[in-house]
């Protein structure tokens, strides 16, 4: 059995079918991409597998359950973590405050509660604090922990958002573009973070443009176009792939 198994799954907005019929299969353990131009859906995969949007059809199963329609907290119960496109730290926290909050996205309550810190006693935040320390030192930005989030440079920004997605113990993240704006010497590492997700038994979805990392890294690649996928195998195939070539093609010649 796959971890995440998304079958004939669609999301229409207005006029634009911005996901049609959809599927593909992660394994766990395995580090896999979706690529595709700008547009072709993968922002909107994502905010259907993690619960933002109800896809129209279709069925997400993961660890063997449907999730397909259920609220991002819930899904985040399950035991799926997301970063976003757009890097969302708050700001006037500390980088440290910043990963704690991942910690209550398990929670009904989510962002908000754990921005006041409402539900948590003494005890339990001292824990957290402990555990937000250790994913940092994991992903090397321990020294950064009392800095101002915002403050940080871009790809120190990545890193937090990274420990943060870590920090609800999940079985998979899924991250959206976590290579952009980040130059190659951060790139190269990012690669390396992500490596290192995956090796500490967290399955790892990917979306991502920048072609070195995703082939770098991925052991499957599926690419959609124009909401459709349209190819879906190891790294090596997908590059070889004419219809691949053709959507990447008709892209630069834009
Ligand atoms: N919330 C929304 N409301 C209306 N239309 C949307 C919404 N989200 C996405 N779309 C549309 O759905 C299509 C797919 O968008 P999506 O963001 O999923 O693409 P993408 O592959 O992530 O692109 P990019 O590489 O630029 O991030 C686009 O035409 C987009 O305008
Ligand atoms: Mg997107």
Redesign the pocket.
Known sequence: MALLEVSGVS?R??G?Q??DGVGFRVEQGMVKAVI????????????LVSGF?APDRGEIRFAGDPIQGRRPYQVAQKGISRTF?NIKLFSGMTALENVMVGRHLRSRSGFVSGMLRLPWTRREEAEVREKSRELMAFLGVEQLADAEATSLAYGQQRAVELARALCSDPRMVLL??PAAGLNMRETAELAKLILRIRDRGITVLL?E?DMSLVMGISDEVAV?SY?QKIADSDPRSVQRDPQVVKVYLGEEEC
């Open positions: 999301k907005f207005g634009v911005a996901v595709g131009p700008n547009g072709a859906g993968k922002t909107t995969l994502f905010n949007f496109q959206d573009e979306v443009h959609l909401g």
